[in-house]
Nanobody, 125 residues
Framework: QVQLVESGGGLVQPGGSLRLSCEASGFTLDYYAIGWFRQAPGKGREGVSC????????YYTDSVKGRFPISRDNAKNTVYLQMNSLTPADTAVYYC??????????????????WGPGTQVTVSS
């Protein structure tokens, strides 16, 4: 079965860190650009970061630049989003998805993207 599954979310205090994982099964992540997205209550889905299949292109939305490095471990078929210096504004459900591309301008989601079910991140004291 082809699927993506996110993990690593939870409740964290402001200033804390979490590492999200996006693990693929049923297919090899090596050949895909992967994106991280988030959706906060009452807001639309936002592209947070993406990484191209060759790691040559990486994108971050302005609000997470310098805080959320993205990486991939092809041996583990997993892409990571390390989330540092978290603030309440980062509270959202975080999703990963396969992309048709990733450039410095952002992620490109195709019609046949695989999406994970999401993981909740709550930043609160």
């Amino acid at each position: 079965q082809v699927q993506l599954v996110e993990s690593g979310g939870g409740l964290v205090q402001p200033g804390g860190s979490l590492r999200l994982s996006c693990e693929a099964s049923g297919f090899t992540l090596d050949y895909y650009a992967i994106g991280w997205f988030r959706q906060a209550p009452g807001k639309g889905r936002e592209g947070v970061s993406c990484i191209s299949s060759s790691d040559a292109s990486i994108y971050y939305t302005d609000s997470v630049k310098g805080r959320f490095p993205i990486s991939r471990d092809n041996a583990k078929n997993t892409v990571y989003l390390q989330m540092n210096s978290l603030t309440p504004a980062d509270t959202a459900v975080y999703y990963c998805a396969t992309l048709v591309g990733c450039s410095g301008y952002g992620p490109y989601v195709g019609a046949y993207a695989y999406w994970g079910p999401g993981t909740q991140v709550t930043v609160s004291s």
